[in-house]
Nanobody, 122 residues
């Protein structure tokens, strides 16, 4: 059974940092493109950052300049380092793996984790 497991969420104050992790089981995560999405209650999923299976990275919207996506050397885990957090970053964060034709289209990813909650207070 393929599973993605996110961890690292929590509650921080404005300006704080968190490092999210996405670990894959039942699949070789290194073979997949991975995206981090976030979703606030009642809103649509928003793409935050992506890392391709060959190492390319990209950042979307307010993540630019504050977040860093990476893989570990064994490429079993994808990280999202989030710095200078703002209250508007509060959301459930999900990692997704697949070979999307459109990085920003959630349905293009094959596998999703259950999410990890990030709460930023002012």
């Amino acid at each position: 059974e393929v599973q993605l497991l996110e961890s690292g969420g929590g509650s921080v104050q404005t300006g704080g940092s968190l490092k999210l992790s996405c670990v894959g089981s039942g699949l070789t995560l290194a073979d997949y493109d991975v995206g981090w999405y976030r979703q606030e209650a009642g809103n649509q999923c928003e793409l935050v950052s992506t890392i391709g299976r060959y190492g390319s990275t990209d950042y979307y919207n307010s993540a630019k300049g504050r977040f860093t996506i990476s893989r570990d050397n064994a490429k079993t885990t994808v990280f999202l380092q989030m710095n200078s957090l703002k209250p508007e970053d509060t959301a459930m964060y999900y990692c997704a793996a697949g070979w999307p034709r459109d990085w920003a289209r959630p349905n293009d990813y094959n596998y999703w984790g259950q999410g990890t909650q990030v709460t930023v207070s002012s």
